[in-house]
């Protein structure tokens, strides 16, 4: 029997082939294959004569291996032991699997390394018998940016049971990992508010200052910065972002600027109503207020965008009092569309004149003619021309011949109108003029009026009338030395409802002219005499 291997020396973990060659021809059988006193494995011969055997485990601490092989023998053939085959095996080299850790920029060459668990050349059956010992030391070849960058690993030893079937270089691996650009922060500026104008368009103040350039390299800070919104839309604290800032130096290539941001908020545009009047009109005792003119927006809103005007609005004084140029408040328009969030609307600030209200004085006496030392009340009544809620208030001034004769406070008696009563039995013989004067309360405008009022003598009597021709009334003769012309629509009338037109005469017998017979309504006349 001989023996041959594949080759000699082998690396470990390679493969070796032995081949065993049992002779004469035609023996059977098998052979067994050692190394040294170790068992390998058995072969089994082929009609050749030979059996072979691949191995790739021999150890490296072991070689030289001395390979034997032992033919088992036959019915015909006794058992036989090979010479020795030496085989020299020497350490595979491991390449650890190690994984680098990209970072950013940071003027070194210093690498981390994140995982360092396996190996590229080792066996299979091998892995739980040699492990990665020492500390590991990675490096860049240089400090610079860029990607897949090669990585020098050192500080790596094996160890286990194994592991003197491997060697490791001194550089133990050459990794690859990537620096990126340092990116660089901008600070020392503020956004400024603005008012709605339906673009992202954004301003910003203060003085850009530059951070995280490392030691003493050469970074500037240069451009031309453009500020925006992210959105058109009114909101408080929106971002905006400044681009536009670049990098200039000996080391600006390393290190890259992030757009600065900063907050500012955006403001509801103002937008008013235009075309609409509020209404003068005259006091009546409220403070509504009405509108003319067609309404729309004022200038102001931005091309394109939908804002449409509605709502129901409601107008009134801040008070009823009559007033030039008193101020309107108006409520109740509204703004809608798809952009009217971005705006605020102002409801018309308007204003109108109340104007006093116009009253008429009506005065009546309660006995006319009256007689010397009789008392008479003079009634005024001041009613204002257009309905109203109150009634004027304030005093009426009696003047009996021009003369004061008194003041008195008027007294509501019906909505729209007030009344004032004097008295007095102190007019002398005589026919009197009463007037009643009402100046105003400011809601209500001045008037005034008179009567005649005849006051007789206590002899004072009736005087027969002769005859009416024509417009002449002729009366007799009386007892006094005046006499007075009344009339009334009614003969049946007490003396009190006569009243005077202010005809007298002192002639007995005397007549006195009157309207023509025959025409308008019938009156009737009375002569007095005093």
Not at 59 to 67: E, L, R, W
Not at 185 to 196: E, K, S
Not at 202 to 212: C, D, E, I, Q, R
Not at 245 to 271: E, F, Q, R, S
Request: one cysteine or more.
């Amino acid at each position: 029997i001989a023996i041959a291997t594949s080759g000699s020396p082998v690396v470990y973990g390679s493969t070796v082939t032995l081949t065993a060659n049992v002779t004469p021809s035609g023996v059977t059988g098998t052979v067994t294959f050692y190394d040294g006193a170790n068992f390998l494995d058995t072969g089994t011969l082929n009609g050749s004569g030979v059996a072979t055997l691949n191995v790739n485990n021999l150890q490296v601490t072991a070689s030289p291996h001395a390979i034997t092989a032992v033919y088992s023998g036959d019915v015909t053939h006794s058992p036989r032991t090979s010479s020795v085959a030496s085989v020299t095996t020497t350490p595979a080299t491991l390449t650890p699997n190690i994984v680098i850790a990209n970072r950013a920029y940071d003027a070194t060459t210093t690498a981390t390394i994140s995982s360092a668990t396996t190996f590229t050349g080792i066996l299979s059956s091998d892995t739980n018998y040699v492990h990665i010992v020492g500390t590991a030391v990675a490096s860049f070849r240089d400090k610079n940016i860029g990607t897949a960058k090669p990585v020098d690993v050192s500080g790596l030893a094996l160890s286990g049971s194994l592991a003197s079937n491997y060697s490791m270089p001194t550089i133990a691996a050459t990794a690859s990992a990537d620096i990126t650009a340092k990116a660089l922060t901008v600070t020392g500026l503020a956004g400024v508010n603005r008012v709605y104008d339906g673009t992202t368009n954004a301003t910003f103040t203060g003085s850009p200052v530059l951070n995280g350039v490392i030691g003493s390299e050469v970074v500037t800070l240069g451009g031309s910065p453009v500020a925006s919104f992210a959105t058109k839309t009114v909101a408080n604290g929106k971002t905006i972002t400044i681009n536009g800032y670049t990098l200039g130096g000996a080391d600006t290539g390393n290190y890259t600027v992030t757009p600065p941001t900063v907050t500012a908020n955006i403001t509801a545009a103002p937008l008013s109503v235009v075309g609409m009047t509020a209404d003068n009109r005259t006091y009546d005792g409220t403070t509504n207020a009405t509108l003319s003119g067609t309404a729309s927006l004022s200038a102001g809103v931005v091309s394109g965008d939908i804002v449409n005007l509605g709502g129901s609005p409601v107008a009134w004084f801040l008070s009823k009092t009559a007033v030039t140029g008193k101020p309107v408040t108006v409520t109740g328009y509204t703004i809608s569309g798809a952009d009217a969030a971005n705006y605020t609307l102002a409801q018309p600030a308007l204003t109108a004149t109340i104007s006093p209200d116009a009253t008429t004085c009506g005065l009546v006496s309660s006995a006319n003619p009256s007689t010397v030392s009789s008392s008479v009340t003079f009634t005024a009544t001041i009613s204002g021309v257009t309905p109203a809620a109150d009634s004027p208030t304030g005093n009426v001034v009696f003047l009996t011949n021009g003369v004061l004769a008194g003041i008195v406070t008027l007294v509501d008696t019906t909505p729209g109108s007030s009344a004032a009563s004097y008295s007095t039995a102190n007019l002398p013989v005589g026919t009197i003029t009463v007037a009643a004067q009402y100046a105003t309360d400011g809601n209500f405008g001045a008037s005034n009026t008179s009567l005649s009022q005849v006051v007789q003598s206590s002899g004072a009597g009736a005087v027969t009338i002769s005859n009416i021709i024509g417009t002449t009334l002729t009366y007799g003769g009386g007892s006094g030395t005046k006499f007075i012309l009344v009339k009334s629509a009614s003969v049946a009338s007490p003396m009190s409802a006569w009243t005077y037109p202010g005809l007298t005469n002192t002639a007995t017998p005397g007549s006195f002219t009157i309207p023509a017979v025959g025409t308008g309504t019938p009156v009737f006349y009375r002569v007095l005499s005093e």
